[in-house]
C-alpha cells in the first residue's frame, strides 16, 4: 500500500478499512481511519459497521456521534448494528429519527426496522413500519414482504402476516419459509403442512433447509410424529438436503414432546454430523416435561462442555432434579453454577399498551408505579379462578420450602402481574399480548387458560419456545409446549 504514495488516497484507505472490517479486524481498521488526513462519510460508517458487526454498540455509538456529515447509508448502519445485537428498542429510536429529519430509506433500512419490531414484539410498531414501507414504494418488494410476514408472526398477528404473505405479487422460498415457520410457531401444524404442499406445487419456487425447519417445527409443537419422520426422510430423499444439527434439533423437540425420550437420545447417538449445544438442549428440555433425570444428566454433561457459560442448561437440570425430589444432587448443580459464577437470568414479561408503550416486569416485582393496583387484582382474579377450578400447581417451583411459600412465589410470576396489568388497562373482552424471555410454566399456563374463559379475554404469550393462544379456557399449543 505504502508503494507509489497510494497510502493517502482515500479510496485506498475506505477499501483498506473494509478489507479489515470484512476479516473482523477492527483494531487494524482503527488505526488506518485514525492515521487518515482526510475522512469522508464512507471512512465515517465503515467504522461505525466495524463496531457493529463487534458488537461495541457503544463504540459505534461515539463515532457516529462525532461523524460530521451522516447519509442514509450512516443512519441505517446504526439502526441495523442495533437490530443485529439485540437492541430492537435503539433501532427503532433510530428509523423513528430517519423519518422525523427527513432522510431517505432503502430496503436495508426497512429490513433492520422490521427485525427490531420482530424482536420487540411490539404490534403499534409492526402496523407503522408497514405503513412506511408501503408509503415509500416498498409494498410489493419480495425481500420486504418476507420480513413483514416474519414481523407479524413474531408479534403474534398470524392472521396479518397470512395477510401480507397472500396479498404478495412475487413470493420465493424465503417467504414461504418466514409464512411456514409463522404457522408453526403458532401452533397451526395443519396450516403450514397445507402451505408446504401448495409451495412444492410450483415450479419456480424449491424448499431449502430453513423451510423443513418450519415443517418440522409445525410437527413438533402439534405432537405429529409420523408426520415428523415422513418430512425428515422426504428431505433427503426427494430433496437432497442433508439433515443439519439444527434438523436434527427438532426431531428430537419432536419425539422428546411426545415422551419418547430414549427415542430421541437413541436418534442423537446415530446423527450424521455433530450434535451441537441446540440437539441436546432439546433433549434436556424433554426430560424437564418428562422427569427423565437419567437421561438428562447425560444431555447435561455434553452441554456444560459444549456451552460452560449456558447458565440456562444448568437451571433445566437443577429443576428437572428438583421436580424429582433429588435435593443433593440439586445442591451439587447449584454449587457449580456458584463455582463458576453464573447467576440465572431474571424473568421478565413485557406487555405494550394502547399508547405503544411497553411495559416491563420481573419476577417478584415491585418496581412499577401501579405495583400496588396490579397485585391486588391479581389476588382477585385468582380468587375467581379458584372459585372455577383452579390448583396452583405447586411443582412449578424449584424450591424445598413451604407449600404456602410456593403458592406466594407462584403468584409473583412475571407473566401473572403483566396479565394482571393488561387487565386493569383494557378491561375483559379484549386482546392481551405478553411476551416473556423464558418458557412459561404449568402454572402460569393453567392461569393463562382459566382467566381467559372467566375474563372473557384473548390472551397472547409468546415465550422463547413458541405462541400460545388463550381463548374460551383453551390453548393454541393443545398441551405441547
Not at 493517502?8 to 475506505?14: A, G, T
Not at 403474534?156 to 413470493?171: H, N, P, W
Request: hydrophobic letters at 45%.
Amino acid at each position: 500500500i505504502l508503494l507509489g504514495g497510494f497510502d493517502k488516497h482515500r479510496f485506498v484507505e475506505n477499501s483498506l478499512i473494509g478489507a479489515y472490517v470484512a476479516c473482523g479486524d477492527v483494531g487494524a481498521a482503527r488505526k488506518v481511519f485514525d492515521e487518515m488526513v482526510v475522512k469522508d462519510v464512507i471512512s465515517w460508517t465503515s467504522i461505525v459497521v466495524a463496531y457493529s458487526k463487534s458488537g461495541d454498540m457503544g463504540c459505534a455509538e461515539e463515532v457516529f456521534a462525532q461523524c460530521p456529515v451522516k447519509d442514509m447509508v450512516a443512519w441505517t448502519a446504526m439502526l441495523t448494528g442495533y437490530a443485529q445485537n439485540s437492541m430492537p428498542a435503539k433501532a427503532l429510536e433510530v428509523f423513528d429519527r430517519m423519518a422525523t429529519i427527513g432522510m431517505g430509506i432503502d430496503e436495508v433500512s426497512l429490513t433492520g426496522a422490521i427485525s427490531a419490531c420482530a424482536q420487540l414484539g411490539a404490534v403499534r410498531r409492526a402496523a407503522w413500519v408497514q405503513e412506511i414501507a408501503e408509503r415509500n414504494g416498498f409494498g410489493q418488494n419480495v425481500i420486504v414482504g418476507s420480513g413483514l410476514v416474519d414481523m407479524y408472526a413474531k408479534c403474534g398477528l398470524i392472521d396479518e402476516a397470512r395477510s401480507v404473505f397472500d396479498g404478495m405479487q412475487e413470493k420465493n422460498v424465503y417467504t414461504y419459509s418466514s409464512m411456514i415457520v409463522g404457522l408453526a410457531s403458532h401452533g397451526r401444524a395443519k396450516e403450514a403442512i397445507a402451505l408446504f404442499k401448495d409451495m412444492v406445487r410450483r415450479a419456480d419456487v424449491v424448499p431449502n433447509h430453513v423451510t423443513f425447519i418450519g415443517l418440522l417445527t409445525a410437527c413438533s409443537h402439534a405432537g405429529m410424529v409420523r408426520d415428523g419422520h415422513f418430512y425428515f426422510a422426504q428431505m433427503k430423499d426427494k430433496y437432497g438436503i442433508l439433515p443439519s444439527a439444527d434438523h436434527y434439533t427438532c426431531m428430537v423437540d419432536l419425539l422428546g414432546r411426545a415422551g419418547l425420550v430414549d427415542e430421541a437420545l437413541d436418534l442423537v447417538r446415530s446423527m450424521i454430523v455433530e450434535p451441537h449445544g441446540g440437539v441436546w438442549g432439546a433433549l434436556l428440555g424433554a426430560c424437564r416435561i418428562h422427569g427423565n433425570t437419567d437421561v438428562a444428566k447425560v444431555a447435561a454433561e455434553h452441554l456444560f462442555k459444549l456451552e460452560p457459560e449456558g447458565i440456562g442448561n444448568y437451571v433445566l437440570l437443577s429443576n428437572t432434579l428438583a421436580s424429582a425430589g433429588k435435593w443433593d444432587e440439586v445442591s451439587k448443580v447449584r454449587k457449580l453454577m456458584r463455582t463458576r459464577g453464573l447467576k440465572k437470568d431474571p424473568a421478565v414479561s413485557s406487555f405494550e399498551g394502547r399508547d405503544g408503550l411497553v411495559h416491563q416486569f420481573f419476577a417478584g416485582d415491585n418496581s412499577h408505579p401501579k405495583t400496588n393496583e396490579i397485585k391486588k387484582a391479581l389476588l382477585e382474579l385468582a380468587a375467581k379462578l379458584k372459585h372455577a377450578g383452579y390448583v396452583p400447581i405447586l411443582t412449578s417451583i424449584v424450591y424445598d420450602v413451604s407449600d404456602g411459600e410456593k403458592e406466594r412465589l407462584l403468584m409473583g410470576h412475571s407473566e401473572k402481574l403483566a396479565l394482571s396489568f393488561g387487565l386493569l388497562t383494557l378491561g375483559s373482552r379484549c386482546t392481551i399480548r405478553i411476551v416473556k424471555n423464558l418458557r412459561i410454566c404449568d402454572d402460569c399456563h393453567l392461569f393463562m387458560r382459566l382467566a381467559s374463559r372467566i375474563e372473557q379475554a384473548e390472551i397472547i404469550v409468546r415465550d422463547n419456545m413458541r405462541f400460545h393462544h388463550f381463548k374460551d379456557g383453551e390453548c393454541s399449543c393443545g398441551g405441547f409446549w
